[in-house]
């Protein structure tokens, strides 16, 4: 295997919206350290690989016949090493949560079940775009804990409103093999998370950066219900880096411009490095 095959495992051009899910959590729970957060970054960072290398191992008959372009179909690598590297990654980011905490220890592992669940259930249900929802909102929960210990009302709400907006994005990549969106009304669910967020607008700062989210959202939509070929990918890794917009909105909301600034960074970062390594 070799680094480029590391990589597209991995899925690493979304990493940024995993360190910034980090950020807003710990930021919601209280004022965390740069140190803290970075430890949450690479922690969360463990989980976030583990889960996509698991996914190429458990859809591994099913990319052979539509995304031959995966490592495995591809003969870059087998899938027993896919899943062994899938499930250490799981563990040792297990292990690094109970480190930052035994509150964050015990959500960690609640994070490593929703991952393992999505991976082995996401083509048999039309609950998946739930479960992986799931997989974000205990993001901020590992966040929170290892930050105060506790979860608080604000990390809760915007816990949720993160599910719901990785449940929509979730739905249109469910359509993405076959560059199409069977039904559009699903997507709607991606307006409680904008509402939301909005409700947590407290200056100007934060106004600008939900109406970029808004931007990025409608964009996407557009691309959604125009349909035309390659439109359904894109607005996917799109609403991919949006994550990062959704949580430095909350984080401006909360006081905290720098890290806010930090997180619309996580925004554009993603963007550019989707166009290095595919996000889908």
Not at 21 to 39: D, E, I, K, R
Not at 129 to 156: D, E, H, K, N, Q
Not at 161 to 185: C, F, I, P, S, V
Request: hydrophobic share 55%; proline share 3%.
């Amino acid at each position: 295997m070799n680094f480029h095959t590391f990589l597209k495992l991995g899925r690493v051009s979304n990493l940024p919206t995993v360190w910034t899910n980090a950020l807003a959590g710990a930021v919601l729970s209280g004022n965390p350290t740069v140190a803290v957060v970075f430890c949450l970054a690479v922690c969360l960072s463990l989980f976030y690989v583990g889960g996509m290398w698991l996914n190429d191992a458990f859809d591994a008959e099913i990319d052979a016949r539509e995304r031959t372009d995966r490592p495995i179909p591809n003969g870059e690598i087998s899938v027993r090493a896919v899943l062994i590297g899938g499930f250490s990654f799981l563990a040792v980011g297990v292990i690094f949560a109970f480190w930052l905490g035994i509150g964050a220890g015990l959500a960690g592992i609640c994070l490593a079940g929703v991952i393992v669940l999505y991976d082995w259930l996401h083509k048999r249900t039309i609950l998946s775009p739930v479960i992986m929802g799931g997989a974000r909102f205990f993001c901020y929960v590992v966040a929170a804990l290892a930050v105060s210990g506790v979860i608080s009302g604000y990390v809760i709400l915007g816990a949720l409103g993160l599910l719901l907006y990785t449940a929509g994005l979730t739905y249109a990549a469910k359509q993405e093999a076959y560059d199409r969106l069977d039904r559009a009304w699903p997507l709607g669910i991606l307006a409680i998370p904008l509402i939301y967020a909005l409700t947590q607008v407290s200056s100007l700062g934060a106004l600008v950066i939900w109406m970029g989210l808004l931007v990025v959202v409608l964009m996407a939509l557009r691309r959604l219900f125009r349909r035309d070929k390659g439109d359904v990918p894109k607005a996917v890794v799109t609403l991919i880096a949006g994550i990062s917009l959704f949580d430095a909105t909350l984080i401006a909301g909360a006081g905290e411009a720098m890290f806010a600034f930090v997180a619309v960074a996580g925004f554009f970062l993603t963007l550019a490095l989707q166009r290095v390594v595919t996000g889908t």
